[in-house]
């Protein structure tokens, strides 16, 4: 495995130790700068921790030490702390004009043998009506809540 060396500076390390001794933040933001405050090998640092001893103190892995080191070293002090961003990025499937027909079914009379609109009867509908190629009843439900016309609510549609 490749070595990750954390190097801080003054003000860093002053940042970092705010941060665990003040205030109210989350709780791995506040591991993560104790994991950086005790990895550092700059020369502010007056006493350097193994990675085994940071793992036993703070009931934490190894692998998660090294995530911090390498986020620091490739990412920078920022991104070392906070937590990490999806890589991935979803193309949403579902535009404006479909939720207006969506909502507009949703509105009309529900089939036969059926006393209102089901979440799953509404996604398969909508893929029948050729609206949409396909849907799950969750993404349904998402944009009937975000429009605010849920069947079943009795402010709404």
């Given at each position: 495995?490749?070595?990750?060396t ?5 003000e ?6 705010d941060?665990?001794?003040?205030g ?8 993560n700068?104790?994991i950086?405050?005790?990895?550092d090998?700059g ?11 940071i ?5 934490i892995?190894?692998?998660k030490?090294?995530?911090v ?8 002090f ?6 990490r961003?999806?890589?991935r ?11 207006a027909?969506?909502v507009a ?7 036969e043998?059926f006393s ?6 509404l996604?398969?509908?909508?893929v ?14 998402g944009i ?7 069947p ?6």
């Open positions: 495995m490749k070595k990750y954390v190097t801080l500076s003054m860093e390390r002053k940042l970092l130790n941060l665990t001794s003040k109210r933040h989350q709780s791995q933001k506040v591991l700068a104790l950086l405050l005790d990895c090998t020369e502010f640092q007056t006493g350097r921790s193994t990675n085994e001893e793992a036993r103190v703070l009931n892995s190894m692998k030490i090294d995530r080191k390498k986020r620091f070293v490739e990412k920078g920022e991104f070392a702390l906070g937590k961003k999806a890589d990025v979803y193309q949403k499937k579902a535009d404006g004009d479909f939720e027909h969506l079914l949703s509105c009309s009379e529900p089939p043998g209102r609109w089901s979440l799953r009867l996604a398969d509908k909508v029948e009506l050729n609206y949409i190629d396909s849907i799950s009843h969750e993404a349904v439900r009937l809540k975000k429009t605010k016309s849920n079943s609510d009795k402010k709404g549609g």
